[in-house]
C-alpha cells in the first residue's frame, strides 16, 4: 500500500503565519523527505505557503531532484487578466495537480459569492484542474459553485472547520452550512464526512460514507451502521455508532493530536508505521498504552452488541 501525504508545506524563508504550522523559518525539501522515510510515507503533495514568495520554485525543484516523491498544488494570480490563459495548460507543468487557494480574508472570501471567480470555476472544469480551497464559513457559496459547474472537482479543506488555519479543532466547523451545502448538491454528486463523530448525523442531511480516521480499526463497524441506516433502522445505526465513541474520543486529543493515536494503533494491530513527524513527534507512553485498551473495549461492545438483520 503506497501512502500519500496530501498536503504539506515547504519553504526556506519566513515563519508560518497561523500558529498551527511548525513555528520554524525554514522546512527544506531534504528535512521533509528524511521524515517521510522515517515515517514510511512514500510521497506527498505540495502546497506552497504564501508566507514564502519562493515557495513554487522550492516545489517544482523537489519534483525535480526526488522523482516520484513529490506533487504539487499551485496557484496563479486570481486578480491578473493575463492568469485566465494560463488555466488550460495548467497541469502540463511539471508534477503540477491543480489549483490551491485560502479564501479566508476579503477580498477573495467575497469572490466566492460575487460571481468574481467564475471565469475560474468554469476554465477550470473545461481543462479538468481540481482545485482545493481554505474556505471556513464560506460553504452555502461553494455548494453554489459545485451546482453550477457540476464537472468541476473540489476539495474543501477540514470540511470547512478551521483546522489547520488556527488551534481550534475542525469539529468547530458549523453543521447546519455543512447539511445546506450537501443538500444543494446537483444530482450525481456524492457527499462524504471528513468527521468521524459527525458521521452519523450527517447521514440524516445525504452524506454516503465517511473519509475518516478511527475507520482504520472501526471500518467494519461504520459499514454495519451505513448499513443499518440505509434499511430504516437508526436505533441500530445509533448503537452502533455509540460502540465507537471511545475510538471517536481517542483519535485525537490536546496531549495527542491526530495521527498520533492512529499510528499507536496501526503499531498495536502490527501495521509498521512510524512515529509522527514534527512538530508532534513520538507518541507518550500513554498512547501507546491505551491503544491495547481501546480496540479490546470496542470487541467487547461488538460481542455485546445484539444481532441485527441487515
Not at 267 to 290: C, K, T, W, Y
Amino acid at each position: 500500500m503506497q501512502i500519500v501525504d496530501a498536503q504539506i508545506h515547504l519553504w526556506g524563508s519566513g515563519l508560518p503565519s497561523n500558529r498551527a504550522h511548525r513555528q520554524v523559518t525554514a522546512f527544506p525539501t531534504k528535512e521533509a523527505v528524511g521524515l517521510m522515510d522515517a515515517g514510511g510515507v512514500d510521497a506527498a503533495v505540495i502546497h506552497p505557503p504564501g508566507w514564502d514568495p519562493g515557495a513554487t520554485t522550492m516545489a517544482f525543484a523537489a519534483v525535480r531532484d526526488y522523482p516520484g516523491r513529490f506533487a504539487i498544488m499551485g496557484a496563479l494570480p486570481l486578480d491578473r487578466p493575463e492568469s485566465r490563459a494560463l488555466v488550460a495548460n495548467w497541469r502540463s507543468q511539471p508534477g503540477m495537480l491543480g489549483l490551491r487557494y485560502g479564501f479566508l480574508q476579503e477580498p477573495l472570501r467575497g469572490w466566492l459569492e460575487d460571481g468574481t471567480l467564475d471565469w475560474l470555476w468554469a476554465a477550470a472544469e473545461r481543462a479538468g484542474v481540481p482545485i482545493a480551497m481554505l474556505a471556513t464559513d464560506s460553504l452555502p457559496a461553494i455548494g453554489r459553485i459545485a451546482a453550477r459547474y457540476p464537472g468541476l472537482r473540489l476539495t474543501i479543506d477540514h470540511l470547512g472547520g478551521r483546522g489547520g488555519n488556527t488551534t481550534l479543532k475542525d469539529a468547530a466547523a458549523n453543521p447546519g452550512e455543512t447539511a445546506a451545502l450537501i443538500s444543494s448538491l446537483p444530482a450525481g454528486c456524492e457527499a462524504y464526512s471528513g468527521d468521524d463523530l459527525m458521521t452519523l448525523p450527517l447521514l440524516a442531511s445525504g452524506v454516503v460514507g465517511t473519509v475518516g480516521v478511527a475507520t482504520h480499526w472501526t471500518g467494519e463497524d461504520h459499514q454495519e451502521m451505513f448499513d443499518l441506516w440505509e434499511k430504516g433502522d437508526t436505533e441500530g445505526a445509533r448503537l452502533v455508532n455509540s460502540r465507537m465513541l471511545e475510538s471517536f474520543a481517542f483519535e485525537t486529543g490536546d496531549e495527542a493530536p491526530n495521527p498520533i493515536p492512529t499510528k499507536a494503533m496501526m503499531r498495536h494491530l502490527g501495521i509498521p508505521v512510524g512515529q509522527a513527524r514534527l512538530p508532534m513527534g513520538n507518541a507518550p507512553e500513554f498512547v501507546d498504552s491505551r491503544a491495547p485498551q481501546v480496540l479490546a473495549n470496542l470487541q467487547r461492545w461488538r460481542d455485546a452488541f445484539p444481532d441485527r438483520p441487515l
